[in-house]
């Protein structure tokens, strides 16, 4: 058995999860967060033990270094030889990468290259790729893009309808993003209907969401774009809008596109219809006590995720099953209940015994349901994993 470290470098934190492959067992996992300030949180979990310490950490290599050290000192590992490979999360591959990759130079410059569709995240990531490399030389590395999996939709499903140079010269197109989480998803799916052309709609839906139509194992449609800001209403991003109130709210308000971006990422949603929060727990709570604005927001939430569901089920011509995934995907048999329910006339129907649970995975609609609905908790880190093994034959 080998072991395979899966990392995901932001520009803030650093999570981590080292798997034992191909059992797929989980040894350790972790997370820092607020790297450069002065009380960072570092959680390290292994089967025998918890550490949680709040300390200085002034930067990503003081972070990966005690990662690494950590990995050693709780005796998850004797040798750091033991680490067979890593497989780093990278946020956008651009049209350079349709699958994930060895790293090496040339990697790394294309990985470079194309930050600037990405300037929040490639960066972080690229860093930590570099800073293992330096603290450890000799194992393999693999770049998994979170928009990889979407490179085989159609030129129809990506272009948008804006002047086509704006995609000649700049790259603005559709990319799609949670690709890893969409492909482990569909995968499970496959194997649940033990069907490999199965058509399946896969619906992540976190802080951030997305919708993705998947066909013979591939990617024909998702619901996010050259940003992860459009298509769902989700934890704070806007979804899909009319892109004409960004240049009239910036005369009314006096605001800079910048600033409005910001709003659109991170006031918007979820926290900007209800004005209470962005969680989804606190949303079903406000409605509970007849928030009015908590109820608005909800249904907005749900309307949309069933529209574009319904959308999907088209252009698939016929969907064999719909899998819920992410935070709320998972955990929210309201939101899961509400979203089927606005989808009574494809004949598609849940089992409320079956979805009256947190997380589990398992198949949740009605024995006469046309569609099979299902909970598949995601998994990027396995999926990073997998492509690791793939990759590097170890
Ligand atoms: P991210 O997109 O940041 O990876 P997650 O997939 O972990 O997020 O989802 C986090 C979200 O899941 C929270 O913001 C919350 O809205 C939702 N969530 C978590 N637990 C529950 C729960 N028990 N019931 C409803 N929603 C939940």
């Keep these: 058995m080998n072991k395979v470290l899966s990392v995901n470098a932001g520009s803030s934190s650093l999570k981590f999860k080292l798997i034992n492959m191909p059992k797929e067992i989980i040894l350790s996992e972790g997370n820092i967060e607020r790297i450069g300030k002065k009380d960072a949180i570092f959680n390290f979990n292994s089967i025998n033990r918890k550490e949680k310490k709040i300390l200085e950490i002034e930067n990503h290599q003081i972070a990966i270094n005690l990662v690494i050290k950590g990995l050693t000192e709780f005796g998850i590992i004797k040798n750091l030889s033991e680490i067979k490979g890593i497989g780093h999360r990278v946020v956008h591959g651009g049209e350079m990468f349709n699958d994930s990759v060895l790293i090496n130079e040339d990697v790394i410059k294309k990985i470079e290259k194309i930050s600037d569709l990405a300037p929040l995240h490639n960066p972080a990531n690229l860093m930590g790729i570099k800073i293992f490399k330096e603290m450890l030389p000799d194992v393999d590395a693999v770049a998994v893009f979170d928009t990889s999996f979407h490179q085989s939709m159609s030129q129809e499903a990506y272009i948008y309808g804006v002047p086509y140079e704006w995609y000649e010269k700049y790259g603005v197109r559709k990319y799609g993003f949670h690709g890893t989480s969409h492909k482990y998803v569909s995968r499970r799916v496959e194997e649940f209907l033990d069907k490999k052309d199965a058509k399946i709609i896969v619906c992540h839906l976190g802080n951030g969401g997305s919708i993705c139509a998947v066909r013979n194992g591939k990617s024909i449609d998702t619901t996010m774009g050259f940003t992860p800001l459009t298509g769902l209403i989700m934890g704070t991003r806007c979804g899909d809008i009319d892109p004409a109130i960004i240049p009239f709210i910036s005369t009314k308000m006096e605001r800079s596109i910048n600033e409005i971006e910001n709003d659109l990422n991170k006031k918007s949603g979820l926290l ?3 004005g209470v929060s962005n969680d989804s727990r606190d949303i079903e ?31 698939l011509g016929g969907a064999d099953a719909i899998a819920f995934t992410g935070g709320i995907g998972e955990k929210s048999a309201l939101t899961r209940a509400q979203i089927v329910e606005r989808l009574a006339v494809l004949d598609v129907k849940l089992d409320m015994k079956l979805n009256d649970v ?12 046309k569609i099979k609905c299902f909970i598949i908790p995601t998994n990027e880190e396995v999926m990073i994993a997998r492509d690791v093994v793939r990759l590097l034959n170890c």
């Design 272 to 274: 900007g219809i209800s």
């Design 285 to 315: 709570e406000g409605i509970k006590n007849g928030n009015k604005r908590c109820i608005l927001a909800q249904k907005m939430f749900t309307r949309k995720i069933a529209s574009y569901i319904a959308s999907y089920h088209v252009l």
């Design 358 to 369: 947190r997380g589990d995975e398992r198949l949740i609609s009605a024995n006469e349901s």
